[in-house]
């Protein structure tokens, strides 16, 4: 059964739309809705008239993502053809809205002759995603520059918050409770950002290190990033190698043989076969080294077929 969906909104919605189509691994299942929203304000309007029980899934480019075979119930809001202004603000501040991707922000920065934004070109997604999980490269991370971000509620109400509203670690941010919320945490998602960095005052490595990625890890090829977090002192591409598993494979799902790290779809991986090779991956490695490996990629979704 159809969620109830505003006439007004049907030219930007599709149903059953496969996300295989839109993650950079290329499998899942589908979105029982799917909405392109244009501009923060058509975005706002269609959160206030969605049912209230019914579930919400931003996306972006669709990096460190695994959508499961049985695909997505609720409403997915794909944002990439919205949301893309980056401008400099001062002379060591950009805004930068959550659809830009990263390589493009490091770009950027290095246009504008920031020093420590290069860092973003070793993230293979967008702002969006890189403040949602704190992603960072190079041994630099993005909460590290934030000065304010603005977000969306499930309301589709609209506000400005400050970085020290938010508690923030390693691959992971959560927002401080507030009395004002009164009990009730709505859902919400980053629209834009305040991002701060300094005057650069040498030349900039980037080149140097977009070259160091691509001579490192399987660029042009279907994979979703690192799949699982750095244990505390320890690389998970190491412990992953050591284990014996580079080339290791389930379907046409591979660990990378050049990047230990990466798991790659060969071209028909289901959702099923990369999950599978990561919990191999996970089992092998814990029985090997004695640690548990923890998945950077975030895995939604429904197992099984088509509903």
């Not at 993005?142 to 109400?157: F, L």
């Not at 009730?184 to 070259?211: D, I, K, R, V």
């Not at 990466?262 to 999950?275: H, P, Y």
């Amino acid at each position: 059964m159809r969620p109830p969906i505003a006439e007004r909104f049907l030219p930007r919605v599709r149903f059953d739309e496969p996300l295989s189509a839109h993650t950079s691994w290329h499998a899942g299942g589908p979105a029982d809705v799917f909405f392109t929203p244009r501009d923060a304000e058509e975005l706002a309007a269609f959160l206030r008239e969605l049912p209230a029980d019914l579930p919400v899934f931003w996306m972006g480019l669709g990096s460190n993502l695994l959508v499961r075979d049985g695909g997505l119930r609720g409403v997915v809001i794909a944002t990439p053809g919205a949301f893309t202004r980056i401008e400099r603000r001062s002379q060591t501040r950009i805004y930068c809205e959550a659809s830009v991707p990263c390589a493009r922000i490091a770009r950027s920065c290095v246009g504008w002759g920031f020093a420590q934004g290069e860092f973003f070109a070793g993230i293979p997604g967008t702002l969006g995603g890189a403040l949602a999980m704190n992603a960072g490269a190079f041994g630099d991370e993005t909460w590290q520059h934030v000065v304010t971000v603005e977000i969306i509620d499930r309301r589709g109400r609209r506000r400005q918050r400050a970085a020290s509203e938010y508690q923030v670690g390693y691959r992971q941010v959560t927002r401080r409770p507030t009395e004002a919320d009164a009990g009730e945490a709505l859902p919400e998602w980053f629209l834009a950002a305040e991002l701060q960095f300094t005057a650069q005052g040498a030349n900039s490595n980037l080149e140097e290190l977009m070259q160091r990625r691509r001579a490192t890890q399987p660029i042009g090829e279907w994979s979703c990033g690192s799949v699982f977090k750095n244990p505390p002192g320890e690389h998970a591409a190491r412990l992953i190698e050591a284990a014996g598993l580079k080339g290791h494979r389930i379907g046409d799902a591979i660990v990378s043989p050049k990047h230990a790290n990466f798991i790659v779809n060969l071209g028909a991986a289901s959702a099923r076969d990369l999950e599978q090779l990561m919990h191999h991956v996970q089992q092998t490695v814990a029985r090997v080294h004695g640690i548990t490996l923890e998945p950077e990629v975030r895995i939604v979704g429904e197992s099984g077929g088509l509903h």
